[in-house]
């Protein structure tokens, strides 16, 4: 049986945080206090003049435990500050663990952040030989590799110039070109992929799968893209404050992230804002019976209920609203009806009734923008983020979705407005 590319055992990582109190001390009032008892300000004396001192531990890792095997790629997602970079910086072998062992059969290439493993001095041309010299490569491998590095990185142009006049984008494009093309065992990506156009990110994506379905290597992905995420992993990691939450296959994991802990609710109020003079007051979400509801069958009609309210005139303005998944992908964007016509509104409270056609969306977990705005020029209230959530009846699926354009998807919404 072979074993595993990745053995991690019982990983954590801690740091001293030092917290100091005090207000500000005059350096006239330090250096006095050093002439008068210079022995006890060495000793003593140096927290009462700075302030209170302690010290804190913060486990940025807690007894992280996972194997990876050779050809897997596996997504390491969590909120800001969850311990993702840490372990990754861990297993790069950058910092140290302060307890637990890890086992790497192979060798890692790394991208963690723009720039790194670049000397800003030397020019593109350079550093992509100190890169391949720094994974074991030899002169003459690199050499073979370098046009298909450097085609793929669209930087030809710049390949003598100094890497320090790179732009972060192009940064990110010869760092991962380097990084895919130097053939290590193991492939470690951060979130620096963000930094890259949405082409390129497609760009590398699409190597990305070629170097695990077709070279057979390891892939360590960390991204809060989770249609990336989603696309390019067979399992995932979820890390939440330094420990493993949650260790499984991409559409579990996925979402239970992006669901787990949070109160769903069909009715969302909202108070006015009093300093401007557009309000969305309510949003709710109904079944067919017009019962508020947030979990709706796939093969029903449902629908979405807006107020909002004007104390001045205004002209110009739409209410738009936009289906997203997992927080990310936007799935489309309609306005105020089928013709998308601009309205005046006259002061005083409106609402907005939206009706969603059965089987528009596959089973699953949606969120979605309520937007008041004047295209192109201002928005006046918005509501972001509210989730429902599509139930699977008879293990059916959209017939309406697959196969549209956005544009023919939102001529389907039907929207009626009321003054009340």
Not at 120 to 139: D, H, V
Request: charged residues 25%.
């Amino acid at each position: 049986m072979e074993h595993p590319i990745i053995e991690i055992k019982n990983i954590s990582k801690k740091y001293n945080i030092t917290h100091q109190k005090g207000g500000y001390i005059a350096l006239r009032d330090v250096l006095m206090n050093i002439i008068k008892s210079p022995f006890a300000f060495l000793k003593t004396k140096t927290k009462k003049i700075i302030g209170k001192e302690t010290k804190e531990e913060f486990w940025a890792l807690k007894d992280i435990n996972f194997t990876v095997n050779k050809g897997e790629v596996i997504g390491i997602i969590g909120s800001n500050g969850a311990g993702k970079s840490t372990l990754l910086k861990i297993l790069s072998q950058i910092t140290p663990p302060t307890t637990g062992e890890i086992k790497i059969h192979g060798t890692v290439g790394s991208l963690l952040e723009v720039g790194t493993g670049f000397h800003p001095e030397l020019t593109g041309r350079e550093n992509i030989f100190l890169n391949g010299a720094i994974l074991g490569m030899s002169q003459k491998d690199i050499a073979k590799k370098f046009d298909a590095i450097v085609e793929f990185a669209e930087i030809d142009k710049f390949l003598d110039t100094p890497v320090k006049h790179y732009s972060s984008g192009m940064y990110v494009r010869l760092a991962f070109s380097v990084a895919a093309h130097m053939e290590p065992d193991i492939l470690i990506i951060d979130e620096v992929l963000a930094v890259g156009d949405a082409e390129f990110q497609k760009k590398c994506l699409g190597k990305m799968e070629n170097i695990t379905k077709s070279e057979g290597r390891t892939i360590l992905f960390v991204s809060h893209n989770m249609e990336a995420i989603r696309q390019l992993c067979s399992k995932i990691v979820l890390l939440n404050k330094g420990k493993m939450e949650k260790i499984g296959t991409t559409s579990d994991v996925i979402d239970y992230y992006l669901n787990n802990g949070k109160n769903f609710t069909s009715e969302y109020d909202f108070q006015i804002n009093t300093k401007k003079d557009t309000s969305i007051t309510k949003i709710c979400i109904q079944n067919k019976d017009e019962e508020n509801i947030f979990q709706l069958p796939i093969s029903e009609d449902f629908y979405i209920k807006v107020k909002y309210t004007f104390s001045k005139p205004q002209k110009n303005v739409l209410l738009s609203i936009l289906f997203y998944q997992n927080g990310e992908l936007l799935l489309l964007s309609s306005e105020s009806d089928n013709t998308g016509k601009i309205k005046d509104y006259l002061p005083g409270n409106y609402e907005t009734k939206i009706k969603i056609p059965a089987y528009l969306f596959n089973i699953g977990y949606y969120q979605f923008d309520v937007t008041l705005h004047r295209p192109y020029i201002e928005y006046l209230d918005n509501k972001s983020n509210i989730t429902l959530e599509i139930l699977d009846i008879n293990n059916v699926k959209s017939k309406i979705f697959k196969g549209h354009t956005l544009g023919k998807i939102a001529t389907i919404l039907n929207y009626q407005t009321k003054k009340i």
